[in-house]
Nanobody, 124 residues
Framework: VQLQAFGGGLVQAGGSLRLSCAAPGRSFSGYTMGWFRQAPGKEREFVAA????????WYADSVKGRFTISRDYAKNTVYLQMDSLKPDDTAVYFCAQSRAIASSVRETSTYFHWGQGTQVTVSS
């Protein structure tokens, strides 16, 4: 079952978007769910992660205070609320699943299951 990320779009600087990530029939219990992004010509980079059980959260310094990751048990869905968006936030955003904890949640290599990505474009 594939992870499905959606909610991207075009927004002006200062605006907001909420991304969602779900996998119908796939449990996230016991895992860490992460959001990454990749801009043209750049490497994929960590954005945020959340431990499904317990709710521990991690954020990249570049989004701390602007983005919020959360999860909904009933819907088995992970969200990324993005506020005060900047043109530098423009990228394809991916959700992913990992068994990692602590600092290793920031490493793409620890994620074994990836969604297809959703485009976020922030205009100036």
């Amino acid at each position: 079952v594939q992870l499905q990320a959606f909610g991207g779009g075009l927004v002006q600087a200062g605006g907001s978007l909420r991304l969602s990530c779900a996998a119908p029939g796939r449990s996230f219990s016991g895992y860490t769910m992460g959001w990454f992004r990749q801009a043209p010509g750049k490497e994929r980079e960590f954005v945020a992660a959340i431990r499904w059980n317990g709710g521990n959260q991690w954020y990249a310094d570049s989004v701390k205070g602007r983005f919020t990751i959360s999860r909904d048990y009933a819907k088995n869905t992970v969200y990324l609320q993005m506020d005060s968006l900047k043109p530098d936030d423009t990228a394809v955003y991916f959700c992913a699943q990992s068994r990692a904890i602590a600092s290793s949640v920031r490493e793409t290599s620890t994620y074994f299951h990836w969604g297809q990505g959703t485009q976020v474009t922030v205009s100036s």
